[in-house]
């Protein structure tokens, strides 16, 4: 399987499943390094939230790390390099993408041209084989525009006629539609996070943007948030293992899935009662100041740099997710796996401790010095 993004915070937890399954030979991954030893490098970091040492070196013969750019023509990949690709892999996973949600340029270069450099690649693959097994898309809620009070099923997402959040999501929606319109006779499945933040089994994260925000909003003395709006928050190791289980089942019933929480989704209040159950600070609820925020974030996003004008940028960002009660239905994943993703609060208030106790930096360790062993054959 060739992956895209398997070097990133959801990439990592992927690789790590695909890799905990016997049937998974070898996986390809692209990688934005100058040569294999910064790509381990690279990899070592993503995986060490889920692997020790002694595990990773074990991880990397079936491992075969390629250099390269989303962006760049052929995805930067070497004719011996893509030549390979085209000619061994059965499937292709794409994962990665910018959430620069504030640039659009970033947005374009990795999350358009980026896919349809892939899709240009899986178009190859499948004429060069005679088939694909399947194309993957990690896509997002995102897709499905300005919203209020609905709960989303993957059929009704796609409305051209609704405005969207951001240029992420308007480049994620756009990417998903040229997956449709250039390869319509690929089997394929997409899927669809919301908002992923934290982990159900562990406090610790590689990830903080959200983290920081959400941390931030508690500890506030009140919040732009009516008491009944739903938060569709999903923990990586439900969004992770089942982006690599949807691609590794021989049979899929549908072609597009919400990873998210549905129906279960945290409840505005009940998260409310979890931070004062839990002895943390419990945030006043007053939707009226939702202009108010919008205003200073706005207006303090463009001072000069620094944590000010950091926590009002992420803000203005991820208000939105904070404040629209809309839920995206995962009926057909929980149908698929036979499992949900752990309630929110349920392990949030873990990872809000541990996170401010790093200061939003996650403790890196440096890659036992060894032989590096080569990628099977």
Same mark, same amino acid.
């Not at 006043?284 to 620094?306: D, I, K, T, W």
């Given at each position: 399987?060739? *992956?895209?993004?398997? +070097?990133?915070?959801?990439?990592?937890?992927?690789?790590? !499943?695909?890799?905990?399954?016997?049937?998974?030979?070898?996986?390809?991954?692209?990688?934005?390094?100058?040569?294999?030893?910064?790509?381990?490098?690279?990899?070592?970091? @993503?995986? =060490?939230?889920?692997?020790? @040492?002694?595990?990773?070196?074990?991880?990397?013969?079936?491992?075969?790390?390629?250099?390269?750019?989303?962006?760049?023509?052929?995805?930067? /990949? $070497?004719?011996?390099?893509?030549?390979?690709?085209?000619?061994?892999?059965?499937?292709?996973?794409?994962?990665? @993408?910018?959430?620069?949600?504030?640039?659009?340029?970033?947005?374009?270069?990795?999350?358009?041209?980026?896919?349809?450099?892939?899709?240009?690649?899986?178009?190859?693959?499948?004429?060069? =084989?005679?088939?694909?097994?399947?194309?993957?898309?990690?896509?997002?809620?995102?897709?499905?525009? =300005?919203?209020?009070?609905?709960? &989303?099923?993957?059929?009704?997402?796609?409305?051209?006629?609704? $405005?969207?959040?951001?240029?992420?999501?308007?480049?994620?929606?756009?990417?998903?539609?040229?997956?449709?319109?250039?390869? %319509?006779?690929?089997?394929? &499945?997409?899927?669809?996070?919301?908002?992923?933040?934290?982990?159900?089994?562990?406090?610790?994260?590689? =990830?903080?943007?959200?983290?920081?925000? +959400?941390?931030?909003?508690?500890?506030?003395?009140?919040? %732009?948030?009516?008491?009944? +709006? !739903?938060?569709?928050?999903?923990?990586?190791?439900?969004?992770?293992?089942?982006?690599?289980?949807?691609? /590794?089942?021989?049979?899929?019933?549908?072609?597009?899935?919400? /990873?998210? $929480?549905?129906?279960?989704?945290?409840?505005?209040?009940?998260?409310?009662?979890?931070?004062?159950?839990?002895? /943390?600070?419990? %945030?006043?609820?007053?939707?009226?100041?939702? %202009?108010?925020?919008?205003? &200073?974030?706005?207006?303090?996003?463009?001072?000069?740099?620094?944590? *000010?004008?950091?926590?009002?940028?992420? *803000?203005?960002?991820?208000?939105?997710?904070?404040?629209?009660? *809309?839920?995206?239905?995962?009926?057909?994943?929980?149908?698929?796996?036979?499992?949900?993703?752990?309630?929110?609060?349920?392990?949030?208030?873990?990872?809000?401790?541990?996170?401010?106790?790093?200061?939003?930096?996650?403790?890196? !360790?440096?890659?036992?010095?060894?032989?590096?062993?080569?990628?099977?054959?």
């Amino acid at each position: 399987m060739f *992956v895209t993004g398997g +070097t990133g915070y959801l990439g990592s937890y992927v690789v790590n !499943r695909l890799l905990a399954d016997p049937s998974v030979e070898r996986l390809t991954l692209l990688s934005r390094a100058r040569d294999r030893a910064e790509g381990v490098e690279k990899l070592w970091r @993503a995986l =060490q939230l889920h692997v020790d @040492a002694d595990a990773f070196y074990e991880m990397l013969p079936r491992i075969e790390l390629v250099t390269g750019d989303l962006s760049a023509p052929e995805l930067g /990949l $070497s004719k011996t390099e893509r030549e390979r690709v085209v000619s061994e892999h059965d499937a292709v996973l794409h994962i990665a @993408a910018s959430l620069n949600r504030k640039s659009s340029k970033a947005c374009f270069n990795a999350n358009l041209r980026g896919s349809l450099s892939v899709i240009e690649l899986v178009r190859e693959l499948a004429e060069r =084989q005679g088939g694909i097994r399947r194309y993957g898309v990690v896509s997002t809620t995102a897709v499905s525009g =300005q919203r209020e009070h609905e709960v &989303v099923t993957e059929d009704a997402s796609i409305d051209w006629d609704r $405005s969207d959040y951001d240029p992420y999501a308007r480049t994620k929606k756009f990417a998903e539609h040229m997956t449709h319109r250039l390869l %319509p006779d690929v089997p394929k &499945v997409i899927m669809r996070p919301p908002t992923v933040m934290g982990d159900s089994r562990f406090p610790e994260t590689t =990830q903080f943007d959200m983290v920081r925000v +959400t941390c931030a909003m508690f500890d506030l003395p009140a919040v %732009p948030v009516h008491p009944d +709006t !739903r938060l569709d928050f999903v923990p990586a190791d439900f969004v992770g293992p089942a982006i690599a289980e949807l691609m /590794l089942k021989p049979e899929l019933r549908w072609d597009t899935y919400h /990873l998210s $929480s549905g129906e279960g989704a945290a409840v505005a209040r009940d998260v409310h009662a979890a931070l004062v159950a839990e002895g /943390l600070h419990a %945030p006043r609820m007053m939707p009226g100041l939702f %202009p108010f925020f919008e205003v &200073v974030s706005n207006q303090l996003a463009g001072a000069p740099r620094g944590k *000010v004008s950091l926590f009002a940028s992420l *803000v203005k960002v991820f208000l939105p997710y904070f404040t629209n009660d *809309v839920v995206f239905d995962n009926t057909r994943v929980v149908e698929e796996l036979g499992r949900r993703p752990a309630p929110f609060m349920s392990y949030f208030p873990a990872t809000y401790r541990w996170a401010k106790s790093v200061r939003f930096t996650y403790p890196y !360790r440096p890659l036992p010095a060894r032989d590096l062993p080569r990628a099977a054959e």
